[in-house]
């Protein structure tokens, strides 16, 4: 499910990157006294009430100043106004109503969004009544709160919610939602125009030209595919653009919202470190994922066991992809691009799959006799009985007697030996070890 988001606004030093901390549950932003510490975005997942959505943090705020960096961080702020769906105004209510704030609060109210107002830096009681001077802001009711020490934060978080817009209703039918991911021009929006028979993505051969995720729809066989095509990711250091961060942040969301992420590799490169880093982050949020080798049709000096022998290497380097189809194709000419649609469709089943209590336990008894657990120091290292807790991904929980006991290598024994015997191509399995009840 798409999430809503939140964007933290103000001048400097009031106290955002406090509040983003406080409204994440971490310390995923750099805090300090000194104005100006925040000067990229960070975001993160934040939940309230059983909703969750998006915070992003931005710089401090500068109004008409001709400073380089001032700029910078206005053109980030600019844009992140443009990206959430709620902005809040962050100021400080112990040096009280600053002529910049002014200056904010009337960009924002031109913006078209909700707008909070909160009083930061209000940590007793006693001063609370400082936040009526910041109704002379327009923006209604000044919330008072303290980043710091949390005060007020939940009066602050019902507003918020209540603000975010609804979730969208679930449909009828099933919906598969495949986000296409993988580096810049690697050809993801291309292999999208081909599968759909037309050119409804703008493709041209600059790297980054896609900086949205769009929505594509496409009934296929009684389901319908959503494709998303996703800006390129690239590694941290070199996100130099604002675009580009807020690309790679709606790239993160449509791997969050995924039921299958396609990674598209450009042969002519190679499947490099930054595409093992998105694979990863798709496998470990529990997508099926898809490699399609693209553009190999310009790989001229190939034989038979080329792809083996690449699959191989990888394989050395991030031991889960052995599970995950490779597909070599090109979305230029349409060789095996067709291909995508029935694979799409197949690791979909292999990840809804449910496998019964008794099965379970028939492979699971296969297993232990085929190689018991490694016996530690203490008793006997046991497991008992296994089931299937979820799908969409395959969650199996094991009860044993020292869980703590049972090393990595062994559970991926366990893992090969359950998908030699159900498959679950594609997708991650996970396993979750539970201590036997001593109660009777």
């Given at each position: 499910?798409?999430?809503?988001t939140?964007a933290?606004?103000?001048?400097p030093n009031?106290?955002k990157?406090?509040l983003?901390n406080?409204l994440?549950?971490g310390?995923e932003?750099?805090?300090?006294?000194?104005?100006g510490t925040t000067?990229d975005?960070h975001?993160?997942?934040a939940?309230?009430?059983?909703?969750?959505?998006w915070?992003?943090?931005t710089?401090?705020?500068?109004?008409?100043?001709?400073?380089?960096m001032?700029v910078?961080?206005?053109?980030?702020?600019e844009?992140a106004v443009?990206?959430a769906?709620?902005l809040?105004?962050?100021?400080d209510?112990?040096d009280g109503l600053?002529p910049?704030?002014?200056?904010?609060a009337?960009?924002?109210?031109?913006?078209?969004r909700?707008v909070i107002?909160?009083v930061?830096?209000l940590?007793e009681?006693?001063?609370?009544e400082?936040?009526?001077?910041?109704?002379?802001?327009?923006?209604?009711?000044?919330?008072?709160?303290?980043?710091?020490?949390g005060?007020g934060?939940?009066?602050?978080?019902?507003e918020?919610?209540?603000l975010?817009?609804e979730?969208?209703e679930e449909?009828?039918?099933e919906?598969i939602?495949?986000?296409?991911v993988?580096?810049p021009?690697?050809g993801?929006?291309?292999?999208?125009?081909?599968?759909?028979?037309e050119?409804?993505l703008?493709?041209?051969p600059?790297?980054?030209?896609?900086r949205?995720?769009?929505?594509?729809?496409?009934?296929?066989?009684?389901?319908?595919?959503?494709?998303?095509?996703?800006a390129?990711?690239?590694?941290g250091?070199?996100?130099?653009?604002d675009l580009?961060f807020?690309s790679?942040?709606r790239?993160?969301?449509s791997?969050g919202?995924a039921?299958i992420c396609?990674?598209?590799?450009?042969a002519?490169l190679?499947?490099?470190?930054?595409?093992l880093?998105?694979?990863n982050?798709?496998?470990?949020?529990?997508?099926a994922v898809i490699v399609?080798?693209?553009?190999w049709?310009?790989?001229?000096e190939k034989?038979?066991?080329t792809a083996k022998?690449g699959?191989?290497?990888?394989i050395e380097?991030?031991?889960?992809?052995?599970?995950v189809?490779?597909?070599?194709?090109s979305?230029?000419t349409?060789q095996?691009?067709?291909k995508?649609?029935?694979l799409?469709?197949?690791?979909?089943e292999?990840r809804?799959?449910?496998?019964s209590?008794?099965?379970a336990?028939?492979?699971l008894?296969?297993l232990?006799?085929?190689?018991a657990?490694?016996?530690?120091?203490?008793?006997?290292?046991?497991?008992?009985?296994i089931s299937q807790?979820e799908?969409?991904p395959?969650?199996f929980a094991?009860?044993c007697?020292?869980p703590?006991?049972i090393?990595?290598s062994y559970?991926?024994?366990?893992?090969?030996?359950f998908r030699?015997?159900?498959?679950?191509?594609?997708s991650?399995?996970?396993?979750?070890l539970n201590?036997?009840?001593?109660?009777?």
């Amino acid at each position: 499910m798409s999430k809503a988001t939140l964007a933290l606004i103000g001048r400097p030093n009031t106290g955002k990157s406090t509040l983003f901390n406080r409204l994440v549950g971490g310390r995923e932003a750099i805090v300090s006294d000194k104005a100006g510490t925040t000067r990229d975005r960070h975001f993160g997942s934040a939940n309230w009430i059983g909703t969750d959505f998006w915070v992003v943090d931005t710089g401090g705020l500068v109004p008409g100043s001709d400073d380089t960096m001032d700029v910078a961080i206005r053109e980030q702020v600019e844009r992140a106004v443009v990206e959430a769906d709620v902005l809040l105004l962050l100021v400080d209510g112990k040096d009280g109503l600053n002529p910049i704030d002014a200056e904010i609060a009337a960009v924002l109210r031109t913006s078209g969004r909700p707008v909070i107002l909160a009083v930061n830096k209000l940590d007793e009681l006693t001063e609370r009544e400082k936040r009526f001077d910041f109704f002379s802001l327009g923006l209604g009711e000044p919330w008072p709160v303290s980043a710091a020490t949390g005060k007020g934060s939940g009066d602050l978080l019902d507003e918020v919610v209540r603000l975010l817009p609804e979730s969208p209703e679930e449909e009828e039918g099933e919906v598969i939602n495949v986000a296409v991911v993988g580096r810049p021009n690697a050809g993801k929006s291309s292999l999208i125009n081909k599968l759909l028979g037309e050119e409804r993505l703008v493709v041209t051969p600059i790297a980054g030209t896609t900086r949205d995720s769009i929505d594509t729809d496409f009934p296929y066989h009684g389901t319908t595919l959503r494709f998303v095509d996703t800006a390129g990711l690239r590694r941290g250091a070199k996100v130099a653009e604002d675009l580009e961060f807020y690309s790679g942040m709606r790239t993160e969301r449509s791997i969050g919202r995924a039921d299958i992420c396609l990674l598209v590799v450009d042969a002519k490169l190679g499947m490099h470190n930054q595409d093992l880093r998105i694979a990863n982050r798709a496998w470990d949020a529990g997508c099926a994922v898809i490699v399609l080798v693209n553009k190999w049709d310009l790989i001229e000096e190939k034989d038979a066991n080329t792809a083996k022998r690449g699959e191989e290497q990888l394989i050395e380097k991030a031991p889960f992809l052995e599970f995950v189809p490779f597909l070599y194709g090109s979305a230029l000419t349409g060789q095996r691009v067709r291909k995508v649609l029935d694979l799409i469709i197949q690791i979909a089943e292999e990840r809804k799959k449910r496998v019964s209590t008794s099965e379970a336990n028939d492979v699971l008894a296969a297993l232990l006799e085929r190689a018991a657990p490694p016996q530690a120091g203490g008793d006997e290292v046991k497991l008992m009985y296994i089931s299937q807790i979820e799908s969409a991904p395959p969650t199996f929980a094991i009860v044993c007697n020292r869980p703590d006991a049972i090393p990595e290598s062994y559970q991926r024994y366990l893992i090969r030996g359950f998908r030699k015997v159900w498959g679950f191509t594609g997708s991650p399995l996970r396993l979750k070890l539970n201590r036997r009840s001593n109660r009777r």
